[in-house]
């Protein structure tokens, strides 16, 4: 296959959507095909500008597509976001064309319909990502809950929508089966409304109150320890462990050491960060989106409902005081993701692309 890729981000591995970027490029091209992948600085419009920035790249992406063909043919664009909805609509109004396949780190329709993104207030944004979803070939998504949403939106039909999970890196998935550890929490993720801080803070503090015994560690969050303390009573905050950057071999070891995972987002693309906690052998607690959708409440998780902070409450509670129950949990998610190897997620994609080719 000759492919040529459209991101929204750059490619950073660094980034969670950059390394799906990288590594399934990588993977295809070491499969043999041929794969070009423009980052969005080397086509989104009047770089100097500082607004608009999501329009410029929607722009600038569908004139270089325009420009590209009109050079070189390829078997199949893959577009990564909502931006490009225009470029979306003009590849599909042409009769000789490639095979045109949204791969999405997280449906942006669903996150519109969750409020979690600016396309809940601006129409232009809901028509760009309207348009990305619906003049297409195919979806190849992260998750279940993506899928879902496309199907039963009749955006797609259910043969023409691939779930393909994204791979874990080797530091994660060499952790051995998980063993019994003391109640420990923690929380990998930026600081931020979306992954549920708040609700979060409401939940954790009663714990940290009733068990002394009980540290929580907050990683990932870009924020300063201080300022992350000061959201608790002064007695706690001895018990808080928020780590600067680490590198990702510090981060598997940190949660190695944890045995409670606890991510309560508002909405998540995938949430890497709870499959990399529950390889690591953390039981875990989080809410049904993104992988968190796909997972099985009280098998191989716990999962609460979005901005429940009492319910939350309670599943930490039960993983705290049952060191059983701690166990199996984190046992069974350890088995769930073991699956998650870059080799496997990159031949379940080629087997869509060559399926889509085929059909067509």
């Known amino acids: 296959m000759k492919i040529l890729v459209y991101s929204n981000c ?24 041929s794969v070009r992948v423009i980052e969005p600085d080397a086509v989104r419009l009047w770089p100097r500008l500082r607004a608009g920035h999501r329009f410029r790249l929607a722009l600038g992406a569908r004139w270089h597509l325009q420009r590209t063909l009109a050079r070189e043919s390829f078997d199949l664009v893959e577009i990564n976001g909502g931006e490009f909805g225009w470029l979306a609509r003009w590849l599909h109004r042409r009769r000789q064309r490639p ?23 601006a129409p232009l944004h809901r028509a760009l990502d309207r348009a990305a979803f619906t003049h297409i070939d195919a979806c190849a998504a992260l998750c279940g809950a993506d899928r879902a949403h496309l ?22 998935l ?19 409304e979306r992954k549920g801080v708040d ?27 201080e300022e992350l303390r000061a959201l608790f009573p002064t007695p706690l905050r001895p018990r808080l462990h928020v780590p600067g950057r680490i590198s990702r071999e510090e981060l598997a070891q940190r949660l190695t050491r944890a045995s409670i995972f606890v991510l309560p987002a508002r909405y998540e693309g995938f949430g890497m960060a709870t499959a990399e906690a529950m390889a690591c052998g953390c039981a875990a607690v989080t809410t049904p989106t993104g992988f ?28 705290i005081t049952d060191a059983a129950l701690r166990h199996r949990i984190a046992l069974a998610g350890w088995r769930t993701v073991q699956e998650f190897r870059w080799e496997r997620a990159v031949a379940q994609l080629e087997t869509a692309y060559l399926g889509w080719l085929a059909q067509r």
């Open 199 to 225: 609700t979060l803070v409401a939940a954790v503090t009663p714990l940290l109150e009733r068990h002394p015994e009980t540290e929580l560690e907050l990683i990932g969050t870009s924020r300063g320890e």
């Open 99 to 121: 095979l045109l396949v949204h791969r999405t780190d997280g449906c942006e329709l669903l996150a519109t319909a969750a409020g979690e993104t600016a396309g809940a207030t």
């Open 10 to 33: 750059p490619l950073d591995p660094a980034l969670g959507s950059g390394k799906t970027r990288v590594r399934f490029s990588e993977g295809l091209r070491a499969r043999g095909h």
């Open 292 to 319: 968190g959708a796909d997972l099985r409440d009280q098998e191989n998780a716990l999962v609460v409902p979005i901005g429940d902070a009492p319910a939350l409450r309670r599943a930490l509670e039960h993983l």
């Open 174 to 192: 060499a952790t051995s089966a998980p063993t019994a550890r003391p109640p420990r929490l923690a929380f990998l993720g930026s600081w931020i």
């Open 151 to 172: 199907v039963r939106g009749g955006f797609l039909p259910a043969a023409r929508v691939a779930v393909v999970p994204p791979g874990l890196d080797d530091e994660f």
